[in-house]
């Protein structure tokens, strides 16, 4: 079992920034890619970024390209999403998930999600 928690959500302005921070326990982290995805209110969910478990490789939506960086610590077992220029579009719930495989977890098929934090970007 892998549980995940989320936090560092909240209410900003549009060319804010922001970071998230996904804190896990349970099964060794260091061995579990992560990712973060997000849905907005009326939208599907979407992937945004995720991590391999070394560090070494990282995928990013097209949608947050150049404005959003993942990493880890994995002596901390946290994963973190530094969120720059901030748009009102990025305004949803976003979640943590872990998988041992990264193409699986890139497809949101992991079985280990957080419970989530709220994103809210006004204009």
């Known amino acids: 079992q892998v549980q995940l928690v989320e936090s560092g959500g909240g209410l900003v302005q549009a060319g804010d920034s922001l970071r998230l921070s996904c804190a896990a326990s349970?099964?060794?982290?260091?061995?579990?890619?992560m990712g973060w995805f997000r849905q907005g209110p009326g939208k599907e969910r979407e992937f945004v970024a995720a991590?391999?478990?070394?560090?070494?490789?990282?995928y990013y939506g097209d949608s947050v390209k150049g404005r959003f960086t993942i990493s880890r610590d994995n002596a901390k077992n946290t994963v973190y999403l530094q969120m720059n220029s901030l748009k009102p579009e990025d305004t949803a719930v976003y979640y943590c998930?872990?998988?041992?495989?990264?193409?699986?977890?890139?497809?949101?098929?992991?079985?280990?999600w957080g419970q989530g934090t709220q994103v809210t970007v006004s204009s």
């Open positions: 998930a872990s998988d041992p495989d990264r193409f699986r977890l890139r497809r949101g098929d992991s079985d280990y």
């Open positions: 349970g099964r060794t982290f260091s061995r579990y890619a």
């Open positions: 991590i391999t478990y070394t560090g070494g490789i990282t």
